[in-house]
């Protein structure tokens, strides 16, 4: 059911998103500072081409750095992706097969404006890693 589920997923959206969150990387990437938003941007751009069988979870060894860090990928790319997971959330939800996508959407949202300090894991790995899953 995954596998249809992301099918779908990147037919109907997910290859739009992920475009976005790869173009914030580059434009990330442009500047030395910023690279680590960049990485991130690529890493939640993957998660964006095939997000189901996959969770968050918060890194156990993130701090100070990871909250700063957020609140400026917040300001200069986060709050625009987050909008474009609702806008695409909306449009899913119109039809019955489009409603978990839409959910699946929604919870891409926190990710999309805190992304340091998390990482992305398979769904069958969450007991075992340390930082349990995000909720």
Known sequence: MRIVLNIIWLIFGGLWLALGY???????CILIITIP???AAFRIGV??????GKTVVNKPTSGLGSLIGNVIWLVLAGIWLAIGHVVSAIAMAITIIGIPLAVAN?????????????DIVDVDAVPAYPGGAQG
């Not at 790869?22 to 990330?28: I, K, P, Q, Y």
């Open 22 to 28: 790869f173009l914030a990387g580059v434009v990330m």
């Open 37 to 39: 938003f960049g990485i």
């Open 47 to 52: 998660y964006a081409l095939w997000p189901f």
């Open 106 to 118: 929604l919870k891409m949202v926190p990710i999309s404006l805190m992304p340091l300090g998390k």
